[in-house]
């Protein structure tokens, strides 16, 4: 290999890597595994965020500290794949957080929802796509539904969500792999596979 094609298969390898899907289809079990198999190999963006530091967090390293007023300029500036507001603060990805992962050695991953991988495609990241199938909306219900974490109007909202998430994932090229979340252990290897080997 020459240096430049050398250069190229390490960038290569540590192109972040978005795993989306249906609330309920499994992203962070899988998500889960993996870490706890390769906890060296994969790297977290520190996200942005309005509320004021607790007790031991560090500006930079837990969250990017920011005003209201910094964290507008950002959303004007298209500096966010994503941003949301929970209990009266703002919370973003940074297309700069993520990049600063793989120069770091790292993959970053994250597990975001259909608007934030369509932003993720705007962008230059270069990033893989991975999408996460339930085996179907019934089965997908039941995991709501055994999950125990939910209303049911949220298991309605996330079901609707869910119909829209796979008519896009449907689209020619949408995501490079679908992994069907029917037994967990085939789903876990194809995941794997994909993302580290
Ligand atoms: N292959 C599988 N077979 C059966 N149950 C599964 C499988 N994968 C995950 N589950 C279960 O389904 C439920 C939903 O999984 P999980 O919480 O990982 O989904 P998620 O995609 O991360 O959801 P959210 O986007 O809401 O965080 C959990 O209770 C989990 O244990």
Known sequence: MTDVEQMKSVTDTLRPVVVSGPSGSGKSTLLRRLFKDYPD????????TTRSPRQGEENGVHYHFVTRNEFVNLINQNKFVEHAEFSGNLYGTSIEAIRSVSSLGKICILDIELNGVKAVKKTDLNARFVFIKPPSLEA???RLLGRNTETKESIQARLNAAKEELAYADQEGSHDIII???DLDTAYE???????E
């Open 190 to 196: 194809r995941l794997k596979n994909f993302i580290v």
């Open 41 to 48: 190999k994969f790297g977290f963006s520190v996200s942005h």
């Open 140 to 142: 997908l219900e039941k």
């Open 180 to 182: 069907v979340n029917d």
